[in-house]
Nanobody, 120 residues
Framework: VRFVESGGGSVQPGGSLRLSCVAS???????VSWYRQAPGKDEEQVSC????????YYADSIKGRFTVSRDRAATTTYLQMNSVRPEDTAIYYC???????????????RGQGTQVTVSS
C-alpha cells in the first residue's frame, strides 16, 4: 500500500487549502482517513470516507469547515479545508485499516504526510 499526500503549505487564518492523497496497491473499496499530528498533541483522525463515498466521518474539531471526498476511481482522496484556524496547523496524512468502514479504529498503512501551517 502506498499513499502520497500533497497540497499542504502556509495559509492565513480564514483561508482555504485542498489536500490530495493518491493511493495505490490496495483495494480501492477500503475506507481512507485523514489524520493530523501537531507537535505536542495526540494524533487525531479528522475525517474518513468509504470506498463508495457514501459513508463519511468528521471530528468535531473540523466539522462544518472541512469536506472529504474521493474521485470516481477512488484512487485519490481529497480534504477541502475552509475557514482554517491556527490550531489546524499539523502534518496531515492519509491512512487505511483495510476495512470498508468509517471511522478507522486503527490503521495499518499511512503516508508520509504534508505540512499545513496556519498563521498570520
Amino acid at each position: 500500500v502506498r499513499f502520497v499526500e500533497s497540497g499542504g503549505g502556509s495559509v492565513q487564518p480564514g483561508g482555504s487549502l485542498r489536500l490530495s492523497c493518491v493511493a495505490s496497491g490496495f483495494n480501492l473499496g477500503y475506507a481512507v482517513s485523514w489524520y493530523r499530528q501537531a507537535p505536542g498533541k495526540d494524533e487525531e483522525q479528522v475525517s474518513c470516507i468509504s470506498g463508495t463515498g457514501l459513508n463519511t466521518y468528521y471530528a468535531d474539531s473540523i466539522k462544518g469547515r472541512f469536506t472529504v471526498s474521493r474521485d470516481r476511481a477512488a484512487t485519490t482522496t481529497y480534504l477541502q479545508m475552509n475557514s482554517v484556524r491556527p490550531e489546524d496547523t499539523a502534518i496531515y496524512y492519509c491512512a487505511t485499516d483495510r476495512t470498508f468502514n468509517c471511522p478507522l479504529t486503527e490503521y495499518d498503512d499511512r503516508g508520509q504526510g504534508t505540512q499545513v501551517t496556519v498563521s498570520s
